[in-house]
């Protein structure tokens, strides 16, 4: 199911997710996502690395191919979008297919709906309570309707407030391992003119993952080392080995991002 | 391959297109993608549309495998990220090894990096000169390095400047069939207010797809509804019925967002 990472000869369990984005809207380029990059760094607070996201269409199959693929490969999976009201909101529908459940009312939710709308309740808000059978609430503390868990699969709404709203729910409720710390050294250089250094001093750190992303401001030319790790200990040396190789090779580091 | 759609009767080839996101920085939540919503709007004015996404982390298997995955399900894929001179630029071998060809020097692409370095060509700048075997260069505008393309598959850079630059040299060059129009009602109602009606009018329009989008602002509830299709004289048709069944119901719709 999940990875096993090493870090310094010790094995260490390594918690993965995948996110699953449901929706025609991110796909049509009308909107940009914003959860994945919320949903990454707050699995990482929860000592677990997101791993892998898929973007599909509002249909049934590409959604259930996606979330079994997703599940089969990683210890939680995460979906966002099409659990409101309207016809377009099939993700209850098409989870519960892929995962051979039917569709019932859940009590609870249909209370909080009942107890939210009042005398405005209707069949279309009604079909908010609709879950897999067998499926947990995760509140929601902003609108009425509720997202879903499933044991290790999440169902939770796509407007970024409202999702963000559910996963401080969730706060601390997940099994993970140690979070991924990260430090950054920046430059006013080329990644090109330093890449054989960044190589040789990523091939020194087994337990440290060192990303180059190189940009171009002011009509300058400059690059960003990111370098991820679950030690910090190996984190602070592999910061200060690549700063005293480049300042050897005539570049001023900094500490951070530029 | 591709999925047929059908427009009034008439059975029309659909031309589909997955994106491959490459990069740790993209899942640790460090940098957000914005490479899908103009690849989308800028393959529907190829008449391609894109079906699916995926980011992947920058590990070989990972990033075989999701291209492999796409290019069985879709007519074109396009990655993006991953083709820089750095130990964490990889796309180049992983997708080779996912295909099954040998990386070589491409000519042209060595040609072009020692006339942008001159002197200062090093053994990691000419990295970005290694293709899979019989690929084609995409030509890159901003900086020196080029993209590449093997057939249906297009690996172009992750910066999103230099993917833009890349795409513009690929305008017009691909085949496809009509780009799908889409037109917006907004309105201020709760979309579970008009879940029903909604569903009606969709379902008097097999050829276009309606998307409906809630939004919280200045304490007032409203609803984008996205209608899309590739038949102008249906869309039309839809906008005007969808406006008339709110009006009907009490709501009173302007055509375009809000």
């Known amino acids: 199911m999940a990875d096993t990472g090493s870090n310094g000869g010790a094995a260490e369990r390594v918690w993965t997710a995948a996110l699953v984005i449901i929706g025609d809207e991110i796909l049509s380029g009308r909107t940009q996502d914003a959860n ?29 191919e996606a979330v ?42 249909e209370a909080a709906l009942r107890a939210h709308y009042g005398e405005r309740i209707t069949e279309a808000r009604l079909r908010m309570a609709r879950v897999p059978e067998g499926a947990d609430l995760i509140p929601n503390p902003e609108t009425g309707a509720p997202g879903i868990r499933i044991g290790r699969l999440f169902i939770l709404a796509g407007v970024p407030k409202i999702t963000q709203g559910m996963l401080r729910g969730l706060d601390g409720k997940l099994a993970g391992g140690r979070p991924v710390l990260s430090a950054a050294v920046g430059a006013w250089t080329a990644e090109s003119r330093v890449a054989d ?21 002011d ?16 984190l602070r040396q592999a910061v200060e080995q690549l700063m005293g190789a480049l300042r050897a090779d005539g570049v001023e580091p900094v500490e951070g991002e530029i």
């Open 219 to 234: 009509g300058r030319t400059g690059a960003n080392f990111v370098l991820r790790s679950v030690d910090p200990h190996a």
């Open 36 to 64: 994945l990059a919320y949903l990454a760094r707050w699995l990482n607070i929860q000592g677990i690395r997101l791993r892998e996201a898929r973007v599909v269409p509002d249909e049934m199959a590409a959604i259930g």
């Open 197 to 217: 250094l960044l190589a040789n001093v990523q091939k020194g750190f087994d337990s440290v993952q060192i990303g180059s992303y190189p940009f171009w401001r």
């Open 68 to 109: 079994t693929a997703c599940l089969a490969a990683h210890d939680y999976v995460f979906t966002t979008g099409g659990i409101g009201p309207t016809h377009d909101d099939i993700t209850v529908d098409a989870v519960a297919a892929a995962l051979g459940l039917p569709v019932v009312m859940h009590p609870g939710a």
